[in-house]
Structures are given as structure tokens and as C-alpha cells.
Nanobody, 119 residues
Framework: QVRLVESGGGLVQAGGSLRLSCAAS????????MAWYRQAPGKQRELVAG???????DYADSVKGRFTISRDNAKNTVYLQMNSLKPEDTAVYYC?????????????WGQGTQVTVSS
């Protein structure tokens, strides 16, 4: 059973920084991709940033230049460094992992961590 555990959320003032961590229960080498999503109240969950097993990264336009996704394979952990935070970044942030076996994609989610940015 795959477990993803997020940490690092909290309350921060606009312009501040936070680093989220997502610790996986097993080797993250087994995942084809990992990502961070977020969901604000009353809104749909949206992709924030993703990283492939080959370290290719992708970002939502709204966070480009401010957020950085990275991975530490030795620690089985993926990070999201968030700088220059804005009130509109307030949301629950979820870690996501995808593993493709032959033609079947297995998707895993963490429980989420709250990020609140005050103005």
C-alpha cells in the first residue's frame, strides 16, 4: 500500500515562503511522475507543479517563477518550495503520484496540508 504524507503547510504573510514535503512509503523511483495539486474553497482541484521520473518539471502559469518542485530520491521525498506567496495561493495542497504498469495507471493521493496566506 502506497502512502504519501504531506507536511510543511501553515499560515504565512503575503510575500513569505513555505516548503512543502511529500514523503512516500516506498521508493519514488517506482513512480512515473509526482505532482502537487491544490484546492481552494469552492474551486476545483488544480495542478500546481509536476516532476517526472526523468526530472522534467511543469508548472501552472500562476506559480511559474515563484514555486519550485524537486525530488530527493534518497529520502523518497518530493518538495514544493513556494516563494513570494500571495493570498490567492491559499488552499489545501495535495501530493500526487502516478505509477503506470503496462497500460494501467495507478494514482495515489496524500491527505493534504493547509496553506493559508494572509494579506
Amino acid at each position: 500500500q502506497v502512502r504519501l504524507v504531506e507536511s510543511g503547510g501553515g499560515l504565512v504573510q503575503a510575500g513569505g515562503s513555505l516548503r512543502l514535503s511529500c514523503a512516500a512509503s516506498g521508493s519514488i523511483f517506482s513512480f512515473n511522475a509526482m505532482a502537487w495539486y491544490r484546492q481552494a474553497p469552492g474551486k476545483q482541484r488544480e495542478l500546481v507543479a509536476g516532476i517526472s521520473s526523468g526530472d522534467t518539471t511543469d508548472y501552472a502559469d500562476s506559480v511559474k517563477g515563484r514555486f519550485t518542485i524537486s525530488r530527493d530520491n534518497a529520502k523518497n521525498t518530493v518538495y514544493l518550495q513556494m516563494n513570494s506567496l500571495k493570498p490567492e495561493d491559499t488552499a489545501v495542497y495535495y501530493c500526487n503520484a502516478k505509477r503506470v504498469v503496462v497500460t494501467t495507471a495507478y494514482i495515489y493521493w496524500g491527505q493534504g496540508t493547509q496553506v493559508t496566506v494572509s494579506s
